[in-house]
């Protein structure tokens, strides 16, 4: 009997657990796009179908087409300038940048 319940309780633990990362993870995701939305959109598209409002910025969703998009968080960290003649220079804080790569995962 007294297995049971602690059986019981293990499992609600795990299954609340698993529910706030969930959540976490959906927040940061969020707070990415805010971010994207905030600094890069007025160039970038930054959803899944629309074209760049810019025309030759390249739509974030293609990012990962030409490398792995975990490749950017150095870039943005240290302020990315990379070929951007029209681009102002960036730089992210840590929790920024890990929240940024995690919305551009999510548009792959
Ligand atoms: C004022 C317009 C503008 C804004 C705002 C802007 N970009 Fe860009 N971005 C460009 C242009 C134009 C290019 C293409 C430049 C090129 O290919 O040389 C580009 C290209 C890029 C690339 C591809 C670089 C490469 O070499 O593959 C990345 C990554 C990127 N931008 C990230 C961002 C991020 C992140 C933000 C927001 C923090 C942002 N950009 C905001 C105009 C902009």
């Known amino acids: 009997m007294r297995t049971t319940g602690l059986l019981l309780l293990w499992t609600l633990l795990l299954v609340v657990a698993s529910s706030t990362t969930h959540r976490l993870e959906a927040s940061?995701?969020?707070?990415?796009?805010r971010l994207a939305q905030l600094y890069c959109a007025e160039c970038h598209s930054i959803d899944k179908v629309s074209p760049s409002p810019l025309r030759i910025a390249p739509p974030f969703r293609t990012l990962h087409e030409r490398y792995p998009v975990e490749?950017?968080?150095?870039?943005?960290?240290e302020g990315?300038?990379?070929g951007h003649p029209s681009m102002p220079q960036f730089q992210?804080?840590?929790d920024q940048i890990g929240d940024f790569i995690k919305?551009?995962?999510?548009l792959e």
């Open 71 to 77: 490749m950017l968080e150095e870039a943005l960290g």
């Open 28 to 33: 940061s995701i969020e707070q990415g796009r």
């Open 80 to 82: 990315i300038s990379t």
């Open 103 to 106: 919305f551009l995962k999510s």
């Open 92 to 94: 992210f804080e840590p």
